[in-house]
């Protein structure tokens, strides 16, 4: 029976390698809660190993610059939850009318149906309402533009050609603008859940506004771009 030869040494100050995709997976989020926190711009390569516990040689084996590691964050973490958000729109919903007997309806859902996954992402990654309105949403945000060219403007353009639609078929009132519709839903939900400690502290002796979930913030935003603001009055009594 051979001899089992005895392990080759190992290069000294090498680290063992950890577990690679779970100790890299772990390292990302941690990157992206502090992207999310305290900004991409004042979060360093040194700050991140720091909260890690580990040296920024580490954080170097998965990722070999700050850059990469941002372009991580962006394609692992955020473009994800785009696809998810935007995946119920067809890229043919509003090419054809005839195809939507009652496109209006078809709209409400799609409203529905994104409202929905918007805020189930946020409640699923609590980082998301602030990492978006302050990196992609600000002027001056760090990750617009990795984050801008993932965005799905094909599904877009065809959300905005059924609004459109609807608004044709005189259900939708004139004054929407299409193509800022999609807008509005970001605004409706993400805009309340990235400023819930401010509202908070506008409403703060009263107890209704300090429960106010992410649910109730999920059905206020359908009810307003569904529903909008004011009810419709009511219809004159016929005859008259």
Not at 42 to 51: F, K, P
Not at 153 to 175: K, N, V, W
Request: aromatic share 6%.
């Amino acid at each position: 029976m051979c001899p089992v030869p005895p392990p080759s040494p190992r290069r000294p100050g090498r680290p063992p390698r950890p577990d690679n995709a779970k100790a890299r997976a772990q390292l990302l989020d941690l990157a992206t809660r502090l992207f999310a926190a305290q900004g991409v711009a004042a979060t360093t390569i040194a700050n991140i190993a720091q909260r890690a516990g580990v040296t920024p040689a580490m954080l170097h084996y998965y990722f070999k610059s700050r850059d990469q590691l941002i372009d991580a964050v962006v394609l692992e973490r955020i473009v994800p939850v785009i696809g998810f958000v935007w995946a119920p729109v067809p890229l043919d919903a509003g090419s054809d009318p005839a195809a939507h007997p009652d496109p209006a309806a078809v709209a409400r859902g799609f409203i529905t149906e994104i409202v929905t996954r918007v805020v189930q992402s946020a409640t699923e990654q609590p980082w998301l309402p602030s990492l978006w309105m302050h990196e992609v949403v600000n002027e001056g945000g760090q990750l617009r533009e990795r984050v801008l060219r993932h965005l799905p403007s094909d599904r877009l353009q065809a959300f905005a050609g059924l609004i459109a639609e609807c608004q044709r078929r005189g259900a939708i009132t004139p004054g929407v603008e299409p193509r800022l519709v999609f807008l509005s839903i970001l605004g409706l939900t993400l805009l309340p859940l990235a400023t819930s400690a401010l509202w908070r502290r506008i409403w703060q002796n009263d107890p209704a506004a300090q429960s106010i979930g992410n649910d109730a913030i999920a059905a206020h935003a359908i009810a307003m771009l569904t529903g909008g603001l004011f009810t419709p009055p009511p219809s004159p009594p016929s005859g008259r």
